[in-house]
């Protein structure tokens, strides 16, 4: 889709954050080395990719945050630095110590992400020196999101930034994220890579329980192309400078905690589907009146997910027995007998299905609706009172185009 313009003073970084993005020299120009520093220490929570390949910065990454506490993130695009053996987890400690060198920290305090092609040896030794290069700008402010954004990068045509503040207790709290990913989007966490900000004072606990709930409500219900990476991170840093009350499981603040920490990460899903290699249209799949909330989950996720559902997107073809057979084996307990189907755009609203069976329809309506950039489709189980929602985005021969050359 069309790129997103970025708006620089709509975003505000959390207190005590810094971060840079600079060209190493993996990619031949544009930014490839991105770097989160927190002033203090942060209570840290992250969800990593379900794919048993996983690579060696993922499972470094898992191992240094059990230590529950991060002060700096250095992520690099270009290479994945996955399927690369022995050497590819040495070099993943070897960014985590470059970057402790430079900040005087512990390297078990430094979390390390890659992005990019699968099996390629790491330039290690570009890294390096991109790392070494952060030191001189180590003391001063440094906001620009935009830099770092850039810099984890691969296929995006776009920076992918979202912030917002709530006064918690009477005290100011920014949470901010930044996200990349384009293709290798599909849900069972993460699908991409997000690294998400705040100054609030929250318990380790209430903050894996916020994360948990808000990455299964968002980048857990997207869907690009049906694959999973083995890079896929979401990482959240909350470094307590916002002097607030503590935030817990029970107090009365989490839920505002929470719903703004949807806010951010529901808007970074919606960005990385919109941007989906090749895509051309974002949908919406609303899954209503089921019996189990994960019913409706597996159903909106599978019709998402579906390439007959987004090629006739694609095509602008009301093709609702490809919505159905999805549901269908989508492995959610529905009765076939019950479902009533509808597309929606800013070009009105259309019923396609009743009942689970054919009815008259304007067809020429039904393409004006699906002619639309953004549109819904909604499926009524007719069977209890759950509901869920995903986003996918259309499948174009641009998307075989940018992924049969990807190495090239």
Known sequence: MEST????????????????????????????????????????????????????????????????????????????????????????????????????????????????????????????NGIESFEKNIDLANDDLLSFAQAIMTTDTFPKIYSTQVVIGGKKITITGVAKGS?????????????????????????????????????????????????????????????????????????????????????????????????????????KNAKRKEDAKLISRSIAKSNLVKTAIHGEDANWGRVLAAAGYSGADFDPDKIDVWFQSSAGKIQLCQDGHFIDFNEVKAKEILGKKELKIIVDLKDGEESAMSWGCDLTSKYVEINGGYRT
């Open 183 to 287: 293709g290798m989007i599909h849900p069972n966490m993460a699908t991409m890579l997000s690294f998400l900000m705040t100054d609030a004072i929250i318990s380790k606990s209430a903050l894996n329980k916020a994360l948990k709930h808000s990455v299964d409500n968002s980048f857990n219900l997207i869907t690009v192309d049906g694959d999973t990476s083995t890079n896929d991170t979401v990482l959240i840093l909350a470094n307590k400078q916002a002097k607030n009350e503590e935030i817990t499981e029970d107090s009365s603040e989490y839920n505002l905690f929470q719903k703004a920490l949807y806010e951010v990460v529901e808007n970074l899903a919606k960005k990385i589907v919109m941007d989906g290699e090749g895509a051309t249209k974002f949908f919406e799949v609303e899954v």
């Open 5 to 128: 313009e970025f708006m620089q003073e709509d975003i505000v970084l959390p207190l005590g954050f810094k971060v840079w993005g600079i060209h190493c020299g993996i990619k031949k120009s544009k930014k490839d080395l991105g770097l989160i520093y927190s002033e203090k220490k942060a209570n840290a929570s992250a969800v990593f990719t379900t794919n048993k390949v996983k690579a060696a910065p993922v499972l470094l990454s898992m191992e240094n945050i059990k230590n529950n506490e991060i002060q700096a993130v250095i992520v690099n695009s270009g290479n994945a630095n996955a399927c690369t053996g022995v050497k590819g987890y040495s070099d993943a400690i070897s960014m985590a110590e470059k970057t402790a060198q430079i900040l005087n920290l512990k390297s078990e305090d430094v979390f390390v992400s890659s992005t990019g092609v699968i099996g390629v040896p790491l330039p290690i030794e570009k890294i390096l």
